[in-house]
């Protein structure tokens, strides 16, 4: 027991006799002359905790360790120096870790900086930037982001635009993004936001003054809202912004909100113009149609009456050829075969009796022979 003397926070040890002096110093008093540091723990002084603090912190920055106020036992401080030393190192290790990896999402991309300067693109998964030589930082690459060109209220400033029949359109329209390329996302684009804000209303002004007003309001807002993409993607390319159009969004094309009551008007009056002018076409469509059938059908039939009459001809001429032939053979026989055949032409359909001369007797002269004829007949 008396080795400690100078008690569990450190204190060198002195001789014997000094430790019996203190002995009776301190029992001088108490009851039963004991001395409280030997049976219970000693509680320190806050001048000891302090001293002790400054000689661990010592240690630490590399000077001797220690208490020896008794001028006795070795230091036992700089042991637990070294211990305070490896912790040290120890965090400091743990910590240039915890700066050093870090976690990308799959949604993200990273860009690794080595001293300020691009050096690799990071994907999804654990990666490794030696802090503090290697920075990176992360984006949202599959994220759509989306800026609004003449949204806020009719009459905006951003929406008006002229069209090619000199015309002023209100235009509201969105753009919807996302990065393709961090990398000049980073270095290229100072403010991304008010540069594809910039570019969709120059692109947009562009195709609308090259446009004229009524197809803009009616059927050809897909078309410009294709161009427009396409075109807004090419000045972004231009520029190795490392932005993607995704889609753009054309919500509406209306007249100034000043005078569209008249613009209404006028387009009723439009519409009621091109009914009647279709009305008319339809009227004069038919008309035409019955004319031009009525003079195909007449051309028609003047055509089947030439043909007629050139092949009547045509036949008349041949026989003529054929009789005169034969007459020019045989001229008397002919002649009595024509004189027959044009009596038998002539008198074919006529009716008529025909008495013999020899019988003695003449015809009389209002018989009607012909109805007794017919009556025969019937």
């Known amino acids: 027991?008396?080795?400690?003397?100078?008690?569990?926070w450190g204190g060198g040890g002195g001789g014997r006799d000094n430790g019996d002096d203190r002995n009776k110093g301190n029992n001088e008093g108490r009851p039963g002359g004991q001395r409280p540091g030997n049976d219970g723990p000693q509680v320190p002084e806050i001048d000891e905790m302090m001293k002790k603090g400054r000689e661990q912190l010592r240690v630490l920055m590399g000077g001797g360790g220690g208490d020896n106020r008794s001028g006795g036992g070795a230091p036992q401080t700089p042991e637990i120096g070294k211990g305070a030393i490896g912790l040290g190192i120890m965090a400091a290790v743990g910590l240039w870790a915890f700066a050093s990896f870090y976690t990308v999402k799959p949604e993200e991309k990273s860009v690794e900086l080595f001293l300020g300067e691009y050096s690799s693109t990071g994907g999804p998964g654990l990666n490794f930037a030696p802090?503090?030589?290697?920075?990176y930082q992360k984006f949202p690459v599959t994220r759509e982001q989306t800026v609004e060109i003449g949204v806020g209220g009719r009459g905006s400033e951003a929406g008006l635009m002229l069209t090619g029949d000199e015309n002023i359109v209100d235009i509201d329209f969105q753009v919807v993004w996302n990065i393709n390329d961090p990398a000049q996302y980073l270095f290229n684009l100072k403010d991304p936001g008010s540069t594809i804000a910039a570019v969709s209303e120059s692109a947009m002004r562009e195709i609308i003054a090259q446009s004229e007003l009524a197809p803009i309001?009616?059927?050809d807002r897909a078309s410009i809202g294709q161009r427009l993409q396409e075109l807004i993607q090419f000045t972004l390319d231009s520029y190795n912004s490392g932005v993607n159009i995704v889609r753009v969004n054309f919500d509406r094309a209306d007249p100034p909100e000043s005078v569209i009551d008249a613009f209404r008007d006028v387009q009723a009056a439009e519409q009621e113009r091109d009914r009647l002018q279709k009305e008319a076409d339809a009227y004069a469509n038919a008309v035409l149609a019955q004319a031009r059938g009525e003079a195909a059908q007449v051309l028609e039939v003047a055509e089947g009456y030439r043909a007629r009459v050139v092949n009547e001809a045509e036949g008349e001429a041949s026989r003529f050829t054929a009789v005169l032939t034969e007459y020019q053979k045989?001229?008397?026989?002919t002649r009595r075969r024509l004189y027959l055949e044009t009596m038998e032409e002539v008198l074919g359909n006529v009716d008529k009796i025909i008495l013999d001369s020899d019988a003695g007797q003449g015809v009389v002269p209002y018989l009607p022979l012909n109805e007794l004829r017919r009556g025969g007949s019937n």
Request: charged content about 10%.
């Open 131 to 135: 802090w503090p030589v290697v920075t």
């Open 1 to 8: 027991m008396s080795g400690n003397n100078g008690g569990p």
């Open 217 to 219: 309001l009616n059927r």
């Open 330 to 333: 045989a001229p008397e026989v």
